[in-house]
């Protein structure tokens, strides 16, 4: 049975993501996209994802809003006016139907026997939710329990799988952000240099195009 | 109607469908950056709707709470990492995307063709 703020959000999702689309004022189109993560970080937090939602929130509202803004003041304000194209439709159509027609096979939404509640993710709720209970009874003893396994032992169960079970897969988050850092300093020093020391030449750059 | 069931997943793949229109008609490339994230948005929510658990909670322990449901923490954990990886590829897109403007004077995709084609 959905929540009726579950409709309502995915509705105004769904209104937001269109007007995104239709819209050519850029900058009401960025102040939108802001919104829409918003808006889908709500949804977040009503399917239990808070970690998700908090991180959605600063991140896609608050960052890349920022981001979007910096480069439209750099660039053009508006976009032009073009023709609707039909081929778009058709390819969308297709892909979107083709998904949907994949989704037939999966389990209901919220179904507890499906098949990614099963093995590992039992297994983390099941250490994590001893260990952190049976600290509660004895703090001085170690958050280890039965079978050798050893917990982190925090409340927090994906802050646990983050941070120690998937400590590799952070670890490789932090490469792609430092990576991009650097790509992102590279293009926009380059710039900068160019038209401190040579402004006549991108000067000729633009009349030549 | 047990179809009924997979309405969350059908809203989900509308908006994504949604972002990819907004990648392949638009020429405007900031425009396509955004699309890009209504997608990236799209993907994340489906990776999480299929961890969400019928009467479960979000999966932190209480003090003291026994026999409680949660809903799977592993979805939420690997949606994390990739909201952080999607904000360094927008932030490296929109980086290049001030670079062909620097370079070109225009940021819309079929001005660009016309540019290109014109060096050729």
């Given at each position: ?8 959000l995915?509705?105004?999702?769904l209104?937001t993501a269109?007007?995104i ?15 829409f993560?918003l ?8 399917m ?5 939602a908090?991180?959605?929130?600063a ?18 304000k508006?976009?032009?006016q073009?023709p609707?194209?039909i ?11 083709a ?5 037939l096979?999966?389990?209901?939404y ?5 098949v ?8 983390f ?8 209970l ?6 001085a003893?170690?958050a ?23 400590g ?36 000729q750059?633009?009349t030549?195009? | 109607?047990?179809w009924?069931g997979?309405?969350?997943?059908w809203a989900?793949?509308?908006l994504?469908?949604?972002?990819l ?7 405007n490339?900031?425009?396509k ?17 299929t ?15 026994h026999?409680?449901?949660?809903s ?11 909201i ?5 590829t927008t ?24 540019i290109?084609g014109a060096a050729?």
């Amino acid at each position: 049975m959905p929540l009726p703020i579950e409709i309502v959000l995915f509705i105004f999702l769904l209104t937001t993501a269109v007007v995104i689309a239709r819209l050519e004022d850029l900058f009401a189109a960025a102040m939108l996209t802001g919104i829409f993560s918003l808006l889908s970080a709500g949804l977040f937090t009503i399917m239990d994802a808070v970690d998700v939602a908090f991180t959605e929130a600063a991140v896609g509202a608050g960052v890349a809003t920022v981001f979007i803004l910096c480069t439209l003041s750099l660039t053009a304000k508006r976009e032009y006016q073009q023709p609707t194209r039909i081929l778009p439709f058709i390819v969308v159509g297709i892909t979107g139907a083709a998904l949907i027609y994949g989704t037939l096979d999966m389990p209901a939404y919220g179904d507890p026997d499906a098949v990614p509640h099963g093995h590992l993710s039992a297994k983390f709720i099941e250490i994590e939710e001893k260990a952190f209970l049976s600290q509660d009874k004895h703090a001085a003893e170690p958050a280890q329990h039965g079978s050798g396994e050893k917990a982190v032992g925090l409340p927090n169960i994906v802050t646990s799988i983050l941070a120690s079970y998937r400590g590799y897969d952070t670890f490789g988050e932090t490469a792609v952000i430092f990576t991009a850092t650097i790509g992102v300093m590279l293009l926009l020093r380059t710039r900068r240099r160019e038209k401190k020391v040579s402004p006549p030449n991108r000067d000729q750059m633009e009349t030549t195009s | 109607m047990q179809w009924l069931g997979l309405w969350h997943y059908w809203a989900v793949i509308i908006l994504m469908m949604i972002g990819l229109y907004i990648v392949i008609a638009r020429d405007n490339l900031v425009k396509k950056v955004m699309g890009l994230s209504i997608f990236q948005v799209s993907v994340i929510m489906f990776y999480v709707s299929t961890g969400k658990v019928e009467g479960g909670t979000a999966p932190i322990i209480p003090e003291g709470g026994h026999d409680l449901v949660y809903s799977n923490p592993l979805p939420h954990v690997l949606m994390l990492t990739a909201i952080v990886v999607g904000i360094s590829t927008t932030a490296l897109a929109l980086a290049l995307i001030v670079r062909i403007q620097e370079a070109y004077g225009t940021v819309e995709d079929d001005e660009l063709n016309a540019i290109d084609g014109a060096a050729l």
